[in-house]
């Protein structure tokens, strides 16, 4: 039986080859759409699971509460590593280190030099997460401090194929550590990445800063994780380890500190904390893009429903006349439903070849790594399950609505198609176009939101300027640095600050200020110690005052503010006025106002500002001067920090680079967005094209009349698109405030963010309307210029 | 094996009950060869399909083989149909997509016959028609003629006891028309099926047994041969 309805479906579909191309196409398009998103859905949701114990595992977080605000950290202090390892049951590892990943240093080979990202942590790190090694063993890596494991990749480029173990690497130019393990290199769907550990105790011997650090509860600069017991759970570890900071630390207990836990499964897509709870983040993405696979699969579906009922006349008679040869309606469903499910099985075979070259670019625009496991027999099982979903979807209306005809109309011929069936086709349409016309609006906001907050003015000029990390050497040698970048011609400018231009590193709290009332609590304020010629540099224009003297010695005292910080505090007259902060032991004075720039994110407010004059800092910048080359430029300033800092490597980044940064994540959405809002206007407009033929060629007697009657070509084409063009203008009219609904949501997540005007919606309405009349217009100017003898004649 | 008592069939037009069928009763009984005849819009068609119970009667009582048909649910009486009847049309309504041999075959697929009877069986019906070498063709390579003859190998297939004809001939020619009412004949004579036959010719209604004159949905007249 089977057989048999799938040798009718193969010969229909030859028969039809139009019919059948724009059905398989759009399938295949619409199955390729839901089939990409689905594979980076299931992408993200591997993050961090390929470690054997992931479900165990936590970080432990800290949140607060305070007057104004709530939030929750990773930064924690050292004691509180020891107190969860002692004291609370339960915990099988903890492990303390610093942010493991963004702790760039130097790896010396011989002439081989390696900026990169690391970290150091305790021991159990490796006992936590059971990197696999490749060589050397997570029991005995870490039991020298002098030790420093890396993975494969890293090893490959500092030793080539020698061997590495126990080979020595120089580490910042100061130390020499031995390599005593090599991990695989971590799998992209994992948040924690880095290229080498060294041991915590490694950390703590080395750096000045650290040796009070395992006693002081005040001092939250590190990260820390656990493992739990098989079989316990956080909600029973919860309540144990709430208050621990708050019973231990007398300082820390105004911001009201409680201890929580962060499972592993949530770092990935649950990253964003409300009142001490992971309650979204990235998953918010992935629900969004997951409804719109499903709705522009759904668009396919529909084109598949309207084209087959549309073509109902001609199958009516084979209905009629299977009935009356004893077919019964299940039968017939069945033979539908067959029909469907091989043309979705043909369209899936598209979609995979579609997938399979979208990959690459889909890969380059998210950063992934994604690829369709065509090893692995779920992925086929799977793809059978959606070609059965797909098929018995898109072909359940059609079967039941063919196998209702009642074969003695359809055989006497007196059959038409009434309003009955072409009221739920239009429905369809309707909800096609107001998907379609839905994602294209939303497209045009995401971009209109990007657009505004990359055109907000900055505060600071990123032409030309440049950021590399003050390492090694480099703190010892910036005067003479300066002095040769300058006199080299190439270099306009140059200054040293605490934070990168894009970035605020540390924050202080501004605890006393003129005015300043009893129970008002302390700002949190953003702070940057900064070289003379700072402002200069970045092109920050001050607003009052003046700048740092050129003797970071006279200044020792004194503080320039930015404008949100004078606003915050309320402070009239801000010149010379003292203010206490937990920067300097005594009070300083304000000796100047900066105009507000843009450090931190592009859609939040300028956050109050403090700025120092201090030596060293973290960060050189310089800006190239004017009609330079800048590959030549840099080869020279390369030249210049090999000279000041021959240990390491010249890595520089451009500022401009580093901003756009910052919209990495509303790019993407808005250009996933966009991809999919064309697939599904081209899918749509796949299923009118078809109708519309299909309209026409169902009219031809009617047009070939009336053109005999003098109907004019604008006639019938104004014939044939009026009713189209309505449909679509109703899918506008739907689309616009459901869009809006949603747009209006997602914005919320800005602080500064655009409204929404009523351009948008003209906008794309016009832009759909001109799409489906271009569609359309083919069949009915075609319809049109049929000789009208010719289709009278064939009657 | 037939019994219509009474059988009224209208449709509603603008809230008029416009009679098609109008209290008709007929018996017949297996081993006729009954031909209708009657000016068009009598009702012939109607009550052809009322017969092959692919139309419902508004009103009245249908037996069939000594089943209650008014009192049947849709699906035992599709399986009466598929046990009983054969259907021919004047249009032969052939299924386009499919060959010769596969129209033939349709009906013993829909009654659940195995494959290896399947064949033998179409194979007999092709060879008893004449139309083996046609078998792979599709029905617009055939001519009407030939049409017919596959939409009666096809009607016949299931081997039926009672086959419903709907102006077979109607489309032919009359050296067409004449062959097919031999055969007929002989279907009737040799292999005892009962036929009831819709013409508008007088020759080819002379070929059955009995004739009845339908007019404005009732029997004008019934006359024996
Ligand atoms: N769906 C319908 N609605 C209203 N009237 C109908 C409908 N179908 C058939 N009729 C009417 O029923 C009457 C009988 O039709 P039927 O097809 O049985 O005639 P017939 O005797 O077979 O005619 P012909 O010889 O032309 O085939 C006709 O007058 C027709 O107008
Ligand atoms: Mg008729």
Redesign the interface.
Known sequence: ?IK?YL??AW??IL?NKVYSAINILGLAAGMAVALIIGLWVINEFSYDKFLPNYKQLYQVNLHFTTQREEHTQTALAIPLAEVLRKEIPGIKYVAETDWVGWQYHDLLVGTKKLYVGGGAAHPDFLKIFEYPFVKGSAKDAFKDPYSIILDQATATALFGNADPMNKIIRFDNQQNLKVTGIIKDIPKNATKQFSFLTPFAFKEQTEGWMKSARTTWTNNSFNMYIELQPGVTAEQIAPKIKNLVYQHSVQMRPAKPEVILHAMMDWHLYSDFKMGKPVGGFIDYVRMFSIIGILVLLIACINFMNLSTARSEKRA??V??????????S?LIAQFLAESVLITFIASLFSIVFVQLALPSFNTVIGSSIAIPFANPLFWIGMLLYVLFTGLLAGSRPAFYLSSFN??TV???TFKVGKAASLPRKVLVVLQFSCSIALIISTVIVYQQIQYAKSRPTGYSSERLMVTDMSGDLANNYDALKNSLISSGVVESVAAASSPVTNIYSHMSLDKWPGKAADEESVNIGAIFVSDNYFKTLGMTLKEGHDFSSKWSDDTTSVILNEAAIKRIGLKDPINKLVTWNGSSGPVRIIGVVKDALMESPFTPVAPAIFSHGRGGNNVMYRLAPNVNTQDAIKKINKIFDTYNPAYPYIYQFVDDEYNHKFNLEVLVGKLAGVFAGLAIFISCLGLFGLAAYVAEQRTKEIGIRKVLGATIANVWLLLSRDFILLVLISCIIASPVAFYFLQGWLQKYDYRISIGPGVFLLSALVAIIITMITISFQAIKAALTNPVKSLRSE | MLSLQHISKYYQVSGLKNYVLNDLSLEVDEGEFISIMGPSGSGK?TLL?VI?M??DPSDGYHYFAGHAVHQLK??QR?AL??QYIG?V?Q?Y??????TVY?NIE??L???DFKSSERKAMVADILDKFNIVGKKDLFPAQLSGGQQQLVGIA??LI?KPKMLLADEPTGNLNSKQGEEIMELFRKLNREDKVTIIQVTHSEKNAEYGTRIINLLDGKIASSKKL
Request: charged share 30%; hydrophobic share 30%; no cysteine.
């Open positions: 039986m048999n040798k009718i010969r229909n028969h008679r084979e009629g006349v299977r009935k009356a040869i004893g077919s019964q309606r039968d074969p003695v055989l006497k011929g | 068609s399909n092959g692919l139309d849709e699906k599709s149909y598929k259907f049309f249009a309504h052939l299924i386009d997509e499919l596969e349709t009906p697929i829909y009654q096809r009607a299931a």
